[in-house]
T-cell receptor, first 118, second 114 residues
Framework: GAVVSQHPSRVICKSGTSVKIECRSL??????MFWYRQFPKQSLMLMAT?????????EQGVEKDKFLINHASLTLSTLTVTSAHPEDSSFYIC??????????????FGPGTRLTVL | AQTVTQSQPEMSVQEAETVTLSCTYD???????LFWYKQPPSRQMILVIR??????QNATENRFSVNFQKAAKSFSLKISDSQLGDTAMYFC???????????FGKGTRLSVIA
């Protein structure tokens, strides 16, 4: 159980276009979802936290107007990279947390999306 | 602020041998949760083991076990009978009892050698 899917797995786009990444919890309801960015050989860098039905909380230094997050339901969150530029090229990972008492604190991760901006 | 420190950037172990990965953390909380995650070359983050701070018994999951020393704020991972498929980046992570995000260490890259 506790499977998180993420689509697309890879995307290549031209500079100036927008890209949407979807994150779904397949077999549980995710009260909270998280979005991370990971550079090669580094740890995960938290971008934002989103709770269903409310606005996302962004980490310091993350532009909210550039990285739009929508958590429309308990199983779906989306990250839209607006007006993407080459420096936005990275590996993006979503994560979801269930509310089950025996899983308090546990985060389950999607397989990630590799974004390349030309 | 909570911090997680993994002091071993890279480690290697022979197949079938045992290896221990170190992790220390800093918090003023009394109730919290600790995790080890594995990230193989596919880059999928996989939960390896979870420990509740209020439980004194060390968590185990098959070949994976932890040595949780609450007073020392230490949470090491032991991998027994290492397999080639254990080759991955291992991240230690912490979260308090609230609904806050995991705090990750910088990771330890483990290579299992045949």
């Amino acid at each position: 159980g506790a499977v998180v899917s993420q689509h697309p797995s890879r995307v290549i786009c031209k500079s100036g276009t927008s890209v949407k990444i979807e994150c779904r919890s397949l077999d549980f309801q995710a009260t909270t979802m998280f979005w991370y960015r990971q550079f090669p050989k580094q740890s995960l860098m938290l971008m934002a936290t989103s709770n269903e039905g409310s606005k996302a909380t962004y980490e310091q230094g993350v532009e909210k107007d550039k990285f739009l997050i929508n958590h429309a339901s308990l199983t779906l969150s989306t990250l839209t990279v607006t007006s993407a530029h080459p420096e936005d090229s990275s590996f993006y990972i979503c994560s979801a947390r269930a509310g089950a008492p025996d899983r308090v604190g546990t985060q389950y991760f999607g397989p990630g999306t590799r974004l390349t901006v030309l | 602020a909570q911090t997680v420190t993994q002091s071993q950037p890279e480690m290697s172990v022979q197949e079938a041998e045992t290896v221990t990965l170190s992790c220390t953390y800093d918090t003023s909380e009394n109730n919290y949760y600790l995790f080890w995650y594995k990230q193989p070359p596919s880059r999928q983050m996989i939960l390896v083991i979870r420990q509740e701070a209020y439980k004194q018994q060390n968590a185990t999951e098959n070949r994976f076990s932890v040595n949780f020393q609450k007073a020392a704020k230490s949470f090491s991972l032991k991998i027994s009978d290492s397999q080639l498929g254990d080759t991955a980046m291992y991240f230690c992570a912490f979260v308090n009892s609230g609904n806050t995000p995991l705090v990750f260490g910088k990771g330890t890259r483990l290579s299992v050698i045949a």
